[in-house]
């Protein structure tokens, strides 16, 4: 399991790195571990953060990570394919399924991530998502030059899963074609591999405004 706390959430307007604002009492990245290590009993978590937050943020969660079950630390890179790449090379190589989740996704469903498990391990990739409900336009500049059919659209999530051979070689190919991919699962697909979209849950929003974070205070008091 990598967990990548990376990014600094700037569209967030919080004080402090995204994965560091706590949610009722609890930091995202302790809340989307906590949830991680509900997954299954055999598991490693990795944790993939920026250096610079370290000392500051990850060192005083240190205790509650680690009681979660957290195994390593390791610097994330400048984008999410590397810290993800960093993370992945960090990882068991004896380990059979890569999952990947964002540290500030601390409510995915549990038993939809069991079932892309298994998804993954049948077919080499798979992820939680859930259909588009709204309306699609494509727009150039301001104009709608169409509307997309959304029957087929789906808005990927996380967890994201793959088989570690498929991912390895996933990676190389991306590294050797200069590919960068916008999530996990993109790498699979561009080296033709099977990905397998699993329902995940309107509940799993990835906390990224101010408004997401009032959700995700009514979802923990929810929970808690």
Known sequence: MLLLASGRGERLGAAIPKAYVAVRGEALVVRSLRRLSQ????????????PEHREPFVEPLLPALREHGLDQVVDGGATRQAS??????????????????DAARPFFPVAAVRDAIA?????????????VSDTLKSVDGSTV????????????????????ADLATAIERAHED??????????????????????GSPRNLKVTTPADLAVAEHFAAEED
């Open 39 to 50: 997954v299954c009993d055999e598991r490693e978590i990795i944790l993939a953060v920026n």
């Open 84 to 101: 993800m790449t960093n993370a992945f090379e960090a990882s068991d190589p004896q380990s059979e399924i890569v999952l990947v989740h």
């Open 119 to 131: 998804r993954a391990s049948e077919i080499g990739g798979a992820l939680l998502a859930i259909p």
């Open 145 to 164: 030059t169409g509307t997309v059919d959304r029957s087929r659209m789906w808005a990927a999530q996380t967890p994201q899963l793959a088989r570690r």
């Open 178 to 199: 200069g590919f960068v991919a916008t999530d996990d699962v993109s790498l699979l697909e561009h080296a033709g591999i099977p990905v397998e979209v699993v329902t």
